[in-house]
């Protein structure tokens, strides 16, 4: 498309006498045709294909295929999307940077200026992923939590502070502020984006990608984004479009209201439940229906944040008044709520009553029906109503057959009750085991509840489910009830204004006296940031392989995340969380037995101390604008310790050798101004074979690191002591570290390993036993190339690039897979691995393969987007050939992999060579 087409849609808005240049869709709609039932999603991709119409990456046909879309509800048409900008959190954040601050050595190595590396959109990093719960239960745990955050992480620390001096738009949120997500819903994200060019004001919608997969929480404010890998981000602040295909999208019609004692997290389980069921994946969700006048956006945002739960790439709401409330509440100033009043309204934006898109297919709730749920016990979609607790953990611990697990799995979910999919046998019945700790003497028994915590943006961002917890706490405390000595307790708000307006509420000392003081502003449990448990429970925990659980009200409970021995991890809202702390163990039914005995020798129970919904909202009522204002007046400042880091004013990053946080990586080394030629695969050996719904949890863990796993005897070989391992992911800067850890999760199972469980595999030549990594390490030195071998939904989770960094530096060329989850399958590509997807009908178990195998691949040199590749497998018992389909969807997709990478050919283009 010309210039001069391109300004056919241009338009100017009038907003309170100030002038806006927008790209019409009103306009667009003239020259392609009607748009008034697209979707709101897609309405907003359409503006993004005008905006960018100008650049050959964007044709008239691709405007015109978003227009169509409405035919058929899906499209195979492939575009290139430009978000308005990017979020990091540290963990991904950290790793990003680095690999910016390489890509600059490697400009200034191939005799270019370093500074033509340099972010050309907007980029937030809020460090919110390094505190850990070392500290709980009294009122210095955040300020001894922050202390040694600050110790453990300096390095990391100086170097985001080098990067925020050494590159154009690039803003850091100092550690103890919040995290990310809440931080954009609160303070980051606009719903309308503007900017100064060409001597206008342009306004166009607040659209962005971010290193975390739940940047969708920010669709809950009408703004579009999703999670990516950190280096599609990178890509992306850097320029270049993301390659996508136009998606389907799934609406999604709520109506009616949540009944008495129903928590926006219950809804949120119910939703994640029902689109899981659906099958999401790599779609958009578009939720729509007059059910949306009366649901506050703090619940939109609990439903959009765990996206990612049920597959989608995003779960979106559109802008209305309830949006524009909620701006007034967190601060935004009038002038920019006009705007996206104005904006939305002008463009078909605004929800408007009773409309109804065309979508690609429907889900209906009313959400009167919604009953109180958990979701557990490794899974976030396997929702278990809370009457089915009881009966759900005993069926669990009696499990030990993966045919008996079918059978009890068929009769819980016909009764509406959970789908524990691929039960480990390591839930069983053990003996309670005798414990003294801190006075008091008692039986640890299986299902003890030792973690309770209050923690993860998907909640904590939620008012009413927060003063839920503090009055449910105030009640128990009436009652005379107390938390079990074994629990241990947290509260990690995901933003400060939490704290104040639980202190308005007079809700905190409460909670205090029930053990949730403030540990943090951070994610916490939730991403395995638990910290310790106390000494005497671990031991018994260990001497009596209990099956035990953590509550927690996070959005993320997969195996060996949250504490290595944890086996049972449940998604509940905040006054669950509290609740289960009082009764101490998931083997009760609590909306039958009591939590407790109350100071008058009577049962309490759960309804006894239950919240009224006017109670709630009397108390959400304290929350006002003067504490956002307060909180995010200079929320880019940090405190005197954040302060007093200095760093060099320099270009390049002058890399420390014997740093332990940040290495200078080796995906550049050696690159030239041309990529090499692609090569097939031959005669590759299995470096592990896995089951279904593998995580990026488990392929690159983000928890503690063991003291005999390989990236703890290289921390030990350094000098670092085991008390100051911190975790795999605060080291995510260091490679030598992280590749160390690829695959190295304590639950993974390996079945070329009978009922081996961590990251072990075997050395086929050798027939040897041995840690992933070292093994690796031996094929590369015997130049064996190497193949992993999965079912389906391999890399399900977080938006983890390192889990492609690994799996590249662990020498793997190739994953051969039933299926993957979106994020993974594009950061595997933008790593240079190619994603296999088995023929249908064919999986590890129908070619009875047994991991000796050797895989050889050919074609690699003549892809084309969606195409397939040959396979053979031989082994001593014969050959055995396929077609497989190479999951590289796109044109682009390919592009990178020909390049060795997305960075790789970033770097080229922007320097010339590509």
């Not at 709980?136 to 745990?141: H, I, M, Q």
């Not at 005995?597 to 309490?604: A, K, L």
Request: hydrophobic fraction near 35%; aromatic fraction near 8%.
């Amino acid at each position: 498309m010309s210039t001069d087409q391109q300004h056919d849609f241009l338009q100017t808005l009038d907003v309170a006498g100030r002038q806006y240049a927008i790209y019409s869709l009103s306009r667009a709609a003239e020259i392609l045709g009607d748009i008034k039932r697209l979707p709101m999603t897609l309405k907003v991709l359409l503006e993004n294909q005008l905006r960018f119409a100008g650049d050959p990456s964007v044709s008239q046909d691709d405007l015109q295929a978003l227009v169509d879309w409405q035919q058929q509800g899906r499209s195979s048409r492939e575009i290139g999307y430009r978000p308005a900008r990017v979020l990091m959190q540290d963990f991904t954040g950290v790793p990003g940077v680095v690999d910016l601050a390489s890509m600059r050595a490697a400009v200034e190595a191939l005799g270019e200026a370093p500074s033509r590396i340099n972010p050309l959109s907007p980029v937030d990093l809020v460090i919110d992923h390094s505190v850990m719960v070392d500290h709980f239960g009294d009122p210095s745990a955040f300020k001894d939590n922050v202390t040694l955050e600050m110790t453990r992480n300096r390095e990391r620390y100086e170097f985001l502070r080098w990067g925020q001096r050494a590159f154009d738009n690039f803003r850091v949120v100092p550690p103890g502020t919040g995290i990310c997500h809440q931080v954009n819903l609160e303070y980051l994200g606009k719903a309308v984006w503007t900017k100064q060019e060409e001597g206008k004001t342009w306004a166009y919608p607040d659209t962005l990608v971010g290193t975390d997969s739940h940047t969708t929480m920010i669709n809950g404010l009408g703004v579009l984004g999703w999670g990516v890998g950190g280096i599609e981000a990178e890509a992306a602040m850097l320029g270049q479009p993301v390659s996508m295909l136009i998606p389907e999208v799934i609406g999604f019609k709520l109506s009616g209201k949540l009944r008495e004692g129903i928590t926006a997290t219950d809804l949120v389980l119910t939703v994640t439940e029902m689109l899981r069921k659906k099958g999401v994946v790599g779609k958009f969700v578009e939720f729509y229906g007059d059910g949306l006048k009366d649901l506050p956006l703090a619940d939109r945002a609990t439903i959009a944040n765990m996206a990612p739960e049920y597959g989608a790439t995003c779960g979106f709401f559109p802008v209305d008044d309830e949006t524009l409330t909620y701006m007034r509440l967190s601060g935004r100033d009038e002038e920019q709520i006009s705007l996206v009043e104005a904006y939305c309204k002008e463009q078909g934006l605004w929800r408007e009553p009773g409309h109804e898109p065309i979508f690609t297919d429907v889900l209906k709730l009313d959400m009167g029906d919604v009953e109180a749920s958990l979701a557990g016990p490794k899974r976030p979609q396997d929702r278990v109503a809370l009457k089915n607790i009881r009966t759900t953990f005993e069926e669990l611990m009696e499990s030990d057959d993966s045919s008996e697990d079918n059978e009890r799995r068929a009769n819980l979910e016909a009764e509406g009750g959970q789908t524990a999919v691929g039960v480990a046998r390591s839930y069983r019945h053990s003996d309670s085991q005798d414990v003294s700790h801190n006075g008091s003497n008692f039986s640890l028994d299986p299902g003890a509840v030792v973690i309770a915590a209050i923690t993860s943006c998907t909640n904590t961002s939620n008012p009413s489910v927060m003063m839920a917890a503090g009055l449910l706490a105030r009640n128990a405390l009436q009652k005379g009830l107390k938390t079990k000595p074994w629990v241990k307790t947290s509260l990690a708000p995901g933003s400060k204004v939490v704290t104040d307006y639980l202190a308005a509420a007079e809700l905190q000392d409460d909670l205090d006296a029930l053990g949730f003081n403030l540990v943090g502003y951070g994610c916490t449990t939730c991403i395995g940031n638990s910290g310790p448990l106390p000494t005497p429970i671990e031991e018994a925990v260990k001497k009596g392989d209990l099956t035990v659980a953590s509550v927690l009200s996070g959005n993320r409970n997969f195996e060996g995340r949250v504490h290595p021995l944890v086996k049972t991890n449940w998604l509940a809202s905040p006054p669950l969380v509290v609740a289960f702390a009082l009764a101490g163990n998931m083997r009760c039914d609590l909306t039958k037995e009591p939590l407790g005995e109350g100071s008058d020798g009577n049962p309490v129970y759960l309804k006894d101390i239950w919240p009224s919904q006017k109670d709630i909202a009397e108390a959400v009522e304290k929350v006002n604008t003067a504490m956002f204002h307060k909180e995010y007046a200079e929320v880019f400042d940090g405190d005197e310790v954040w302060q007093s880091i200095e760093v060099p004013d320099s270009e390049v990053y002058t890399w420390t050798p014997d740093s332990t946080y940040i290495q200078h990586p080796p995906f550049f080394d050696g690159m030239g101004r041309e990529p090499a030629p692609i090569m097939d695969i031959a005669d590759a050996h299995i470096l592990a074979m896995l089951g279904d719904s593998v995580t990026t949890d488990h392929i690159s863990p983000a928890g503690s690191i063991k003291p005999d796993s390989p990236a703890g005897r290289y921390l030990q070989e350094h000098g670092v002591e085991v008390v100051d391992f911190n975790s795999y992911g605060s080291r995510r800067g260091n490679h030598e570290v992280m590749m160390r850890g690829t695959f190295a999760n304590v639950r993974i199972q390996n079945e070329m390993l009978d009922g081996v469980v961590g990251g072990e595999t075997r050395h086929v030549p050798s027939g040897e036993q041995m840690a992933i990594y070292d093994a690796a390490m031996r094929y590369q030195e015997e130049g064996t190339p190497l193949v992993v071998v999965a079912g389906k939904e391999y890399g399900t989770g977080s938006s983890r690039d390192w889990a492609a960094k690994g799996t590249l530096l662990l020498g793997v060329r190739a994953v051969l897979a039933e299926s993957y989850e979106r994020i993974h399958r594009s950061n595997l590509i933008g790593m240079g691995v190619v994603p296999l997807q088995f023929p249908e009908g064919e999986t590890r178990q129908t070619l009875g393969l047994s991991g000796d195998e050797t895989i050889s691949v050919s074609g690699l040199a003549d892809l084309t987007p969606g195409g397939e590749v040959a396979v053979t497998i031989k082994s001593d018992k014969g050959e055995k050939s396929f077609k497989a389909l190479c999951r590289i969807d796109t044109a682009n997709e390919l592009e990178y992999y020909r390049h060795g990478g997305i960075l790789h050919y970033v770097l080229r283009k922007m320097i010339g060579a590509a």
